[in-house]
């Protein structure tokens, strides 16, 4: 039966409809959009910036309070040629690094796409508002980043991010662009050759939700949550947008492909809450050391050159070989040491380290930090088109760490903040171009399309009533293990294969789970994400097994060198028996960023000196 209509969140008609398929009744909400954004952050806020400035008004839904995005996380920066203080710097020679980065498998188009736009996009967020760092003469400032030939990371201190997503949501709300916050989307309603809209539920009612739209941006974030240590909060970053997408048809890319950033704290010095988090590398773009247990700056040995600025796979290997060798901290870790630079120019550069530290009881403008390498960010993802965002399944678009492409087997730090705007921008214009006044959804919406969502409504309620001896938090916990044990830093084929049986007996130990608590419940929320990151682990274990060689960020120790025949990305898709592997060639890259790479511009650490 049907009830009356009412407003719904976003000023849009709702219907609270009845299931009518064969099943238990179940209740649930309707809300037709003509675009649905999934994820808040700033790929997903720069979508919908886009759609609106083209006079369409989406729906944006986010897993947390508006404005508490994981781009907070984000601290040292954001990379655009700008050339403030190395004129000499320009958008070919930022996508020269990005591709020699990344190992020459990005997406050339992406890449280039990205360093061209940023320029444009950096301005148009000062214009918005956002109080980038100035030199002297008031230009916006830049620093020294990882493996960057020269200072193009502009930055508000060390919460660049925070500062980008709060200028953002600012301009989303001048524009009035509809939120919805706290909701979760657990399937896509999608008949594998276009998409109908999401299903999903509020995470503070537990009242399901029925999305109608013929067109739904995923800008749901990365997978690194996956590993037991990790920069993400615990809930994050689970693999939920890659997993939707693959689900819906479309297909994933380069999953194989994790940064482990080589700064995380320390868990057994400062606290198991800490264990993993990022200490951000402006501590190093501003001039910190890497030292191990002796106090010998280990990184002489391994980058002479670029030192702790080599890019960010070399420096995590560097530490994981130090603690091997029996040359960490008995915690664990080596030491992140600035206490060398001013005391005022480490609490203006870097406030939001000095101040976690100093709550910790460490003056880092006197004592080092302990760190070790944490996952940090996946440059695997949904496979798309980058000048559009288009999946391969109609309607269905998606941007941001959800993606593979612009980053390959490397990414550079400040590339990610820098796609999600870059990207971001050029996917919102397309998607408007795309709606048309009959795109609401709705009337339109096939009743297999409706019984599929109402099925996994059902699915939601068996699962919030399981009650077996299996947590969501210790499968999980499991599952990070099993990942850093059989696809951490270093990896081999028969690491891997073992790994692929374990993660199939911990599938089978999900039929014992038990959820504490209803759809309100944290235990609820993490037993949907298991089943997310389930479908990612595998996806990353079997690319990670085909590709024997080792580029970038997946380094093999049974394959210790780079392989030109395996200048190829490895694709996921769903088959009828389960994920199918396939891989594909890489483009080249313009004439005119083939001739930057050609000039090998370098940094030179000792510019710092």
Request: glycine share 12%; net charge negative.
């Amino acid at each position: 039966m049907m009830t009356p209509q009412k407003p719904s969140a976003d000023g849009e008609q709702a219907v609270d409809g009845r299931a009518a398929d064969a099943g238990p009744a179940v209740d649930y909400e309707t809300v037709s959009v003509p675009a649905l954004v999934v994820g808040a952050g700033a790929a997903g806020a720069r979508v919908a910036i886009g759609l609106a400035e083209n006079g369409v008004e989406p729906l944006v839904i986010g897993k947390r309070d508006h404005g508490d995005a994981h781009t907070t996380w984000a601290a040292g920066g954001i990379n655009a040629s700008l050339g403030s203080l190395d004129p000499e710097d320009d958008w070919t020679i930022h996508a020269a690094d990005t591709l020699d980065e990344g190992h020459f498998i990005n997406d050339p188009k992406a890449v280039e796409l990205t360093a061209k736009h940023m320029p444009d996009r950096i301005r148009e967020l000062d214009d918005w508002g956002m109080p980038f760092d100035r030199t002297d003469d008031g230009k916006i400032n830049q620093r020294y980043f990882g493996a960057q030939s020269f200072r193009r990371t502009c930055f508000v201190g060390d919460r660049t991010g925070e500062a980008m997503l709060d200028t953002l949501v600012d301009k989303a709300q001048s524009l009035e662009i509809p939120y919805r916050d706290n909701v979760m989307i657990t399937r896509l309603l999608s008949d594998g050759e276009r998409v109908y809209g999401a299903a999903g539920y509020d995470m503070e009612s537990g009242e399901f939700i029925l999305f109608e739209s013929d067109h739904v941006v995923l800008a749901a974030g990365g997978s690194s949550a996956l590993y037991n240590r990790h920069s993400s909060r615990d809930e994050e970053n689970n693999g939920d947008g890659p997993a939707l997408a693959l689900d819906a048809g479309a297909s994933l890319m380069d999953m194989e492909f994790v940064q482990f950033h080589p700064t995380g704290m320390v868990g057994d010095r400062y606290g198991e809450d800490w264990d993993g988090r990022l200490v951000t590398e402006a501590v190093r773009g501003e001039g910190g050391r890497l030292l191990n247990a002796d106090g010998e700056r280990f990184m002489e040995e391994y980058s002479p050159d670029q030192m702790e600025l080599d890019a960010r796979d070399v420096v995590a290997r560097a530490i994981a070989q130090e603690l091997r060798e029996g040359r960490g901290t008995e915690n664990g870790g080596v030491y992140l040491d600035i206490s060398h630079r001013d005391d005022e120019y480490i609490k203006s550069r870097l406030p939001r380290m000095y101040e976690r530290f100093m709550d910790l009881g460490v003056d880092i403008t006197e004592q080092p930090m302990e760190v070790a390498p944490t996952a940090h960010y996946s440059m695997g993802g949904v496979d798309i088109d980058f000048e559009t965002g288009e999946t391969g399944v109609g309607g269905l678009y998606a941007v941001g760490e959800t993606v593979a492409g612009v980053h390959g087997a490397n990414r550079l730090g400040g590339n990610s903040l820098a796609e999600t705007v870059a990207i971001g921008a050029l996917v919102g214009d397309h998607v408007a171009a795309q709606v048309t006044g009959d795109d609401r959804g709705g009337d339109s919406l096939p009743d297999g399309q409706r019984a599929i969502a109402e099925r996994e409504f059902r699915s939601l309620i068996e699962l919030e009533a399981s009650d077996g001896d299996e947590t969501p938090e210790g499968l999980l916990a499991d599952l990070g293990d099993l990942l850093w044990e059989h696809a951490g830093i270093l990896r081999t084929e028969e690491s891997m294969s073992d790994g692929l049986e374990k993660l199939r007996q911990l599938r089978e130990r999900t039929g014992d789970i038990g959820v504490d608590g209803d759809r309100t419940s944290l235990s609820f929320e993490l037993a949907v994400d298991l089943f997310f990151s389930l479908t990612v682990a595998e996806a990353l274990l079997l690319s990670a097994r085909k590709r024997d060689e080792s580029r970038g960020a997946h380094y093999r120790t049974d394959a210790p060198d780079v392989d030109p025949d395996w200048r190829r990305n490895i694709l996921a898709d769903r088959g009828d028996t389960g994920l199918e592997l396939t891989t594909r060639g890489v483009a080249e890259p313009s004439e005119a960023v083939s001739e930057a790479v050609d000039v090998g511009y370098e940094l030179d650490y000792h510019h710092l000196e």
